[in-house]
């Protein structure tokens, strides 16, 4: 399974107040300035902040409205999981496969 481990994230202090749903129109006081930043610091140089992303491919047999035919009868199902599918959409009124001629995509883009 590859994993990706060079993903470049850098948190902010806006990041941080944003989250805290401190905007604009407010200005923490300066000890939580200093503090965010003294942690931001030693986040950074302690290197905890270090994501990663393990993959895997899975051949794709098919789309329907909410959900993903994979190979061998695994579904994928969400709203999140596809906003548009790959090929022309037409569902297979027997099965719900969709036949479509870019049907030989993976989840992770083409093959």
Known sequence: ???????????????????EGIG??????????????????????SKLLAPSLAYEFYPINGFLTDRVKLKGGAQIQGTDVISKP????????????????????YAGGEN
């Open 86 to 105: 790959i090929g022309n959409g037409k569902e297979n009124e027997e099965t719900g496969v969709d036949r479509s001629p870019r049907n030989d995509c």
């Open 1 to 19: 399974m590859p994993v990706v481990r060079d993903i470049c994230l850098e948190l902010g202090i806006e990041d941080v107040l944003r989250r």
């Open 24 to 45: 604009n129109e407010r200005n923490p006081r300066p000890q939580i300035m200093n503090l965010l930043k003294e942690i931001l610091g030693e986040v950074k140089s």
